[in-house]
T-cell receptor, first 110, second 114 residues
Framework: DGGITQSPKYLFRKEGQNVTLSCEQNLNHDAMYWYRQDPGQGLRLIYY???????QKGDIAEGYSVSREKKESFPLTVTSAQKNPTAFYLC?????????FGQGTRLTVV | EDKVVQSPLSLVVHEGDTVTLNCSYEVTNFRSLLWYKQEKKAPTFLFMLTSSGIEKKSGRLSSILDKKELFSILNITATQTGDSAIYLCAELPAGGTSYGKLTFGQGTILTVHP
């Protein structure tokens, strides 16, 4: 099946810990994106990558980091510098305007 | 900076009602406007609108774009409880590639009661 796989679905983190969210795609799309969604709100762009070994900050990049070593993979690290990391995180690819989304990771800081 | 604003932010209706969701945008280099439905997790694609005045239709859902006034509407007729979701609109800027980053509105939360 072609698609985007995010893992884990649920993640709990203690304050001060870094955590990494996985995003893998087999759609062969070049561009990949990470969005954050807070309850009852739209999507805000964290980071995006248009090509392997290159990525750009989105609107709310502070406290996050990414890498793009392979076309298929775009992991997001939520660092301890992120003040309010509890949220729903969506990974997406784009192809000629249409965005394809993973099922998301719900991160909760305990 | 590109901006997308949706209204209303939330809407509660009864089955059978017709609803109109609004999306306005301020962009410097517009290419397309997209609508998504998000029920529990991943948003699912509804429509992409590029040309002004041409209605896109899928069953009870339809959408139209007004490029002069910089807005789009999403209509849902004869609503059902399964239409309850967050509806997101997003703007895709022109850039000549498939890589343009979408700017999303804050979403409209639609609740349809039986």
């Amino acid at each position: 099946d072609g698609g985007i796989t995010q893992s884990p679905k649920y993640l709990f983190r203690k304050e001060g810990q870094n955590v990494t969210l996985s995003c893998e795609q087999n759609l062969n799309h070049d561009a990949m994106y990470w969005y954050r969604q807070d309850p009852g709100q739209g999507l805000r762009l964290i980071y995006y990558s248009q090509i392997v070994n290159d990525f750009q900050k989105g609107d709310i990049a502070e406290g996050y980091s990414v890498s793009r070593e392979k076309k298929e993979s775009f992991p997001l690290t939520v660092t301890s510098a992120q003040k309010n990391p509890t949220a729903f995180y969506l990974c997406a690819t784009h192809s000629w305007g249409e965005a394809f989304f993973g099922q998301g990771t719900r991160l909760t800081v305990v | 900076e590109d901006k997308v604003v949706q209204s209303p932010l939330s809407l509660v209706v009864h089955e059978g009602d017709t609803v109109t969701l609004n999306c306005s945008y301020e962009v410097t280099n517009f290419r397309s406007l997209l609508w998504y439905k998000q029920e529990k997790k991943a948003p699912t694609f509804l429509f992409m609108l590029t040309s002004s005045g041409i209605e896109k239709k899928s069953g009870r859902l339809s959408s139209i774009l007004d490029k002069k006034e910089l807005f789009s509407i999403l209509n849902i007729t004869a609503t059902q409880t399964g239409d309850s979701a967050i509806y997101l609109c997003a703007e895709l800027p022109a850039g000549g590639t498939s890589y343009g980053k979408l700017t999303f509105g804050q979403g409209t939360i639609l609740t349809v009661h039986p």
